[in-house]
């Protein structure tokens, strides 16, 4: 199963490299990754070309996250796509449970995920509903998370 994995990053070098990480590691391992520039932070292009260089980065002129979702998204070539915020560290086979869930028929497959408040330090994870359907987020006004797989 092919899924690529659109990564929108503005200016935060240092968390778009771990992100990128986390893409490489994984145990089934995204059919392409592209990374969507929305900054002006020229360590953005050397971080994909040292940690990712067959990524491929596109520029989206800082129109903003969903422009760069959107713009990322139209540039993918594989069956399914998975979004990730470069502040995210994927588990190692988060793609691989995405793909098992598409496998069984779901119509959206996504994952918790762990908050840490820079404040304070806490840690929380957070899960999602395991039910979702495609039906469900367009018809209840149900909402998917940042790192979600559609």
């Known amino acids: 199963?092919?899924?690529a994995v659109v990564i929108p990053t503005r200016d935060r070098p240092?968390?778009?490299r771990e992100s990128l990480r986390s893409m490489l590691r994984q145990s089934l391992p995204p059919s392409e990754i592209i990374v969507v520039d929305d900054g002006r932070d020229p360590r953005t292009r050397e971080v994909c070309a040292q940690t990712a260089p067959q990524a491929q980065v596109l520029s989206s002129g800082e129109r903003g996250i969903s422009f760069a979702n959107n713009l990322g998204i139209a540039a993918v070539r594989a069956d399914y796509v998975a979004l990730q915020a470069?502040?995210?560290v994927a588990p190692?086979?988060?793609l691989e449970r995405h793909a098992a869930a598409f496998l069984r028929g779901a119509d959206v497959a996504y994952g918790g995920w762990i908050n840490i408040d820079d404040q304070t330090g806490s840690v929380a994870f957070v899960?999602?509903?395991p039910h979702v359907t495609l039906e469900a987020l367009l018809t209840q006004g149900a909402c998917v998370s940042q790192g979600a797989a559609a």
């Open 92 to 94: 190692r086979d988060r």
């Open 127 to 129: 899960t999602g509903h």
């Open 86 to 88: 470069d502040d995210d």
């Open 14 to 16: 240092a968390m778009l």
């Open 1 to 3: 199963m092919d899924i």
